[in-house]
């Protein structure tokens, strides 16, 4: 989405080669199929420990914009050597795995980051009263605000404990069958929850994020821009 309202033409993709890679780049490609080229499209194995030749490959394809997903572990040394390559006057867009890294602890990724990276993270909407009452009790616990994805994993946890109290069952195949009834339309912390017939969220919003100096340090902050997320029907 950030690609098409961006109005990027060239796209190079480079994605982790696991199931959370591979699976985010089938939905990208699909979203942007008609509406740009694909001019270099590489995966590639997280535990290695250079990337110059899929970095040198992009370079060469000349994009208007790297769309990179992966963990922030494998996209620490990505972005120190696309730094060491120049690579930071292209645009980078990057998922939610890339957010929360340690930077202070990866100073070359956070420095590329910082001159050529943006991303997205889920985010609830922090003007529901679900959430605020939700992030009231949170800090009062806690001693401080949600962090990314506190907000889901207990929307997960309340839609499996009414999945079993509906099917009157621990059985998997029965609280499975009772899910996708409880979620249809649940009235959740994180927004209203509804699944597709492959039991994927259909709707959900995003922030975009960015990373910043403040003061000495690099920091991770999310703008004011939302995206709202709406699976296409099947």
């Known amino acids: 989405m950030l690609i098409k309202d961006k109005g990027y033409k060239k796209i190079a993709m480079l ?12 939905m ?10 694909i001019v270099a499209s590489l995966t590639y194995d997280p535990t290695k420990l250079s990337y110059l030749s899929e970095l040198n490959t992009i370079k060469e394809a000349q994009p208007d914009c790297v ?5 922030y572990t494998d996209g620490a040394v990505i972005y120190a050597q696309a730094l060491k390559e120049g ?23 956070a420095r590329f980051m910082e001159k050529a ?12 009263a679900l959430y605020k009452s939700f992030a009231f009790n949170y800090k009062a616990a806690n001693g401080f605000i949600p962090t990314v994805y506190c907000d889901t994993t ?42 597709d017939q492959s039991g994927e969220r259909i709707a959900g919003l995003y922030g975009i994020w960015k990373v910043e100096v403040q003061g000495t340090q690099y920091k991770f ?8 997320f709406l699976r296409p029907k099947e």
């Open 15 to 26: 994605v982790q080669d696991t199931v959370y890679g591979r699976g985010i780049e089938t």
């Open 87 to 109: 690579m930071d006057n292209i645009p980078w867009i990057a998922v939610d795995g890339s957010y929360d890294m340690p930077l202070e602890k990866y100073l070359d990724a």
């Open 221 to 228: 902050v999310i703008t004011d821009q939302t995206l709202s």
């Open 28 to 37: 990208a490609k699909e979203y942007l199929g008609g509406k740009v080229e």
């Open 154 to 195: 207990y929307d997960g946890v309340n839609l499996i404990a009414a999945s079993i109290k509906k099917a009157n069952s621990y059985n998997g195949g029965s609280i499975r069958d009772a899910l996708a009834v409880v979620g249809l339309g649940y009235p959740g912390v994180s927004g209203s929850i509804a699944f």
């Open 67 to 71: 769309l990179h997903v992966g963990l």
């Open 117 to 128: 990276v943006i991303g997205t993270v889920h985010i609830p909407d922090m003007h529901s």
